[in-house]
């Protein structure tokens, strides 16, 4: 993203607030998410979150065709990628909830994030080693365009789970004031909301900072920010090898 919008022309502190608006939007929709979701259910939940994650990132892809409003258009974006990302946040748990026991969801989530977090450093590295020799902006509006399809086989992949009715994506008969309602009511959701929220938006835009100060400020070319931001995942990954004896 911020090797994308310095392509499009963006200031420093224009994609500083791109890399933290996804933060500021999770921290005031984590609990609508819920309500949404309940009104839904969890399949159904995905699914709306698959779709604006595609619509998002043709958006983010398509920013070269907006002209001098090329930014904005990354930055809603990216928006509408945290919109996403807070519907597929509660979807899953609850589907989660649905298939697991409570023995095995701490192992099941430690795996499935060490995982994620070990492919997500492959494949930027990778893209760093390629952006040294491809840095045209085409391939950069490729790479969005492909992750945006990449959503297409988590609505393959959810859609052959088998749910009981209770996490399955049919919807319960309460108007979305009401599901609102019985959300907020929830203490452990509401603390768990505004915690995660606040811990996100306060550390969220560290690691983007580090990457705009080594392509702006120390003049690194893209590929060797991409490498750096694939060696900041190396945390998480430890992280997560420890994730499901903690739970």
Known sequence: ?????????????????????????????????????????????????????????????????????????????????????????????????????????????????????????????????ALKSISSIEFLQAIFIGVGLLSIGRILAIAGIRLNVRSSGTPPKRPLKEAFMVSLSNSSLVGAAIYTALVSFAFAPVLQLALIYFNHTMKFDGGSVQLISSVGLAGNICAALVYGKLL
């Open 1 to 129: 993203l911020i090797l994308y919008m310095s392509r499009l022309g963006g200031s420093a502190s224009l994609i500083l607030l791109a890399g933290g608006i996804s933060s500021l939007v999770t921290m005031f929709l984590q609990i609508p998410a819920g309500s949404i979701v309940d009104r839904l259910g969890a399949k159904r939940g995905i699914f709306l979150s698959c779709g604006i994650v595609m619509g998002s990132f043709f958006l983010i892809a398509s920013a070269q065709f907006w002209g001098s409003a090329g930014n904005v258009a990354v930055i809603a974006g990216v928006g509408f990628h945290a919109v996403s990302k807070a519907l597929w946040n509660v979807s899953w748990y609850l589907i989660l909830g649905g298939i697991l026991r409570p023995r095995e969801r701490g192992m099941f989530l430690g795996t499935m994030r060490f995982s994620y977090y070990l492919l997500n450093a492959v494949v930027f590295f990778l893209l760093g080693v």
